[in-house]
Antibody
Framework: EVQLVESGGGLVQPGGSLRLSCAAS????????MSWLRHLPGRGLMSVSQ????????DYADSVKGRFTISRDNAKNTVYLQMNSLRVEDTAVYYC?????????WGQGTLVTVSS | DIVMTQTPLSSPVTLGQPASISCRSS???????????LSWHQQRPGQPPRLLIY???NRFSGVPDRFSGSGAGTEFTLKISRVEAEDVGIYYC?????????FGQGTKLEIK
């Protein structure tokens, strides 16, 4: 059974940082594209970042470029999202997904709240 | 970015009756490899989304056959042949042809 378990969300002040983690199991992680999506209140779902199986190709939504960094550790079956310079508008539920030309399996999500 | 537009945004349906959701993309979703990466996802209340249909019309593992997808190019449809109580939730179409993957606004399916 495929499982994606996100962690690391929480309350942070504007300008602060958070690191999200997604522990994967039930499939061959080292051959899978992985992505982070977010669900913004009242604004729907949007892509945040994706990473190829080797961690070489990384893509970002324009709204997070230069602030967020995606990475992965294939030995630990884990993908990360380092979020810096957080803004109020980054408040959302963040989902980790297996990316097979779009979302395939979804994690449960982790809530990030950016507020003073 | 490719814009995905769903209609209707809300769909009250009688149990046992069919339901249909449309999705239009701002440009063709046909990839250079010939495939069309349009998928449908269901989000039940209190749960994360889950994949129902991929590449227009392929049901994902465990998805009941009352769900079907169709379409081509820029126009796509999700149909539920006979709505059941467990189908209540929000449905999203998604394109994976171009990054960033983009999503429709969501269609809320509710029982009359």
């Amino acid at each position: 059974e495929v499982q994606l378990v996100e962690s690391g969300g929480g309350l942070v002040q504007p300008g602060g940082s958070l690191r999200l983690s997604c522990a994967a199991s039930g499939f061959t992680f080292s051959t899978a594209w992985m992505s982070w999506l977010r669900h913004l209140p009242g604004r729907g779902l949007m892509s945040v970042s994706q990473i190829d199986p080797h961690g070489i190709r990384r893509d970002y939504a324009d709204s997070v470029k230069g602030r967020f960094t995606i990475s992965r550790d294939n030995a630990k079956n884990t993908v990360y999202l380092q979020m810096n310079s957080l803004r109020v508008e980054d408040t959302a539920v963040y989902y980790c997904i297996t990316d097979v030309w779009g979302p395939q399996y979804w994690g449960q999500g982790t809530l990030v709240t950016v507020s003073s | 970015d490719i814009v995905m537009t769903q209609t209707p945004l809300s769909s009250p349906v009688t149990l046992g009756q069919p339901a249909s959701i449309s999705c239009r993309s701002s440009q063709s979703l046909v990839h250079s490899n010939g495939n069309t990466y349009l998928s449908w996802h269901q989000q039940r209340p209190g749960q994360p989304p889950r994949l129902l249909i991929y590449e227009i019309s392929n049901r994902f593992s465990g998805v009941p056959d009352r769900f079907s997808g169709s379409g081509a190019g820029t126009e796509f449809t999700l149909k539920i042949s006979r709505v059941e109580a467990e189908d209540v939730g929000i449905y999203y179409c998604t394109q994976g042809t171009q990054y960033p993957h983009t999503f429709g606004q969501g269609t809320k399916l509710e029982i009359k």
